[in-house]
C-alpha cells in the first residue's frame, strides 16, 4: 500500500493537489484576516468618532456650565448677605418685609459624565488629567443644582417669621437662626463649586458659552439690587 501511495505522489496528482489544497487555504486565511482586520478598521473609526463627538458634547456643556458658574459667583454673596440680614432680624424683634421671603429666580447647566458605553476608549485617547477635569467639573455642576433646590426649600422656612401670618413666637425665630446659618453654609459650599468650574473650563481653555435659548444669555449682575429689583439672580446680556 505503501508503495502505490509513493508512486501516486511521484507521478505528481499528488503533489498537484497538495499545492492546489495549500493555494486556496491560503487564499481563505488571508480572506478571513483581511475580513477581520477590515472590521476593525470600521470599528476603530466608529469608535473615534463617537469619541470625538462625546467630547464635544462636554466641552460645550462645560462652556454653558461656566457661564452659570459666573452667574452664581456674583449673586452667591448677594444672597448670603440677605440671608445675614434675616438672621439679625430674627436675632431682635424686628419683623421681615413681604420683599426679604422672596426666593428669586435661579439658573443651573449640569455637564453630563461620560458616556459609560465609551468610557474605556474615552480614556484611551485623553490624558488622565483632561478627563478628571471633566469628571470634576460634572460633579461640581450637579451638586450646584441640588444646592440652590436645597436652599430653595429651606428658604421657604423663612415665612415662620411673615407678618401676614401673624406674630412669630420666640421658636420661630430661633428656627430662622439655625435654617438662615444652615443656607449661608450651603451658599458658600455652592460658591466654592462656582469658582471650580471657572477654574477648570479656564485650564482646559474652554470660554463661557451662550445660546439664543431661554436664559441662554444670562449674565452675572454687577450690583446685588439688581437681583432684587428683577426678581433673578442673572442680567440679560
Not at 33 to 54: C, F, I, K, M, Y
Not at 78 to 104: H, M, N, Q, T
Amino acid at each position: 500500500m505503501f508503495q502505490s501511495v509513493r508512486h501516486w505522489w511521484h507521478e505528481g496528482s499528488g503533489g498537484r493537489l497538495a499545492r492546489l489544497f495549500a493555494f486556496e487555504f491560503t487564499v481563505v486565511v488571508a480572506g478571513v484576516l483581511t475580513a477581520q482586520a477590515l472590521a476593525n478598521w470600521v470599528s476603530d473609526r466608529s469608535e473615534r468618532g463617537a469619541v470625538r463627538a462625546e467630547n464635544e458634547r462636554i466641552r460645550y456643556e462645560i462652556g454653558r456650565a461656566r457661564q452659570n458658574a459666573r452667574v452664581w459667583i456674583a449673586a452667591a454673596p448677594c444672597l448670603k448677605g440677605r440671608v445675614e440680614g434675616i438672621v439679625r432680624k430674627a436675632s431682635s424683634e424686628e419683623s421681615l418685609s413681604p420683599d426679604e421671603l422672596k426666593f428669586p429666580e435661579v439658573i443651573g447647566y449640569t455637564v453630563g459624565p461620560i458616556s459609560p458605553d465609551i468610557d474605556r476608549a474615552f480614556r484611551h485617547q485623553f490624558p488622565v488629567a483632561i478627563v478628571d477635569t471633566y469628571g470634576s467639573t460634572s460633579s461640581s455642576s450637579t451638586m450646584i443644582v441640588e444646592t440652590y433646590r436645597n436652599i430653595r426649600r429651606d428658604w421657604d422656612r423663612f415665612a415662620l417669621m411673615d407678618p401676614d401670618l401673624g406674630p412669630s413666637s420666640a421658636t420661630d425665630r430661633a428656627t430662622v437662626r439655625d435654617i438662615g446659618v444652615q443656607i449661608r453654609s450651603q451658599l458658600g459650599r455652592l460658591q466654592a463649586q462656582a469658582q471650580s468650574i471657572e477654574q477648570s473650563a479656564a485650564r482646559l481653555g474652554i470660554d463661557p458659552l451662550t445660546s439664543g435659548a431661554a436664559v441662554g444669555n444670562a449674565a452675572p449682575i454687577v450690583e446685588c439690587s439688581e437681583i432684587w429689583s428683577t426678581g433673578r439672580i442673572w442680567r440679560e446680556g
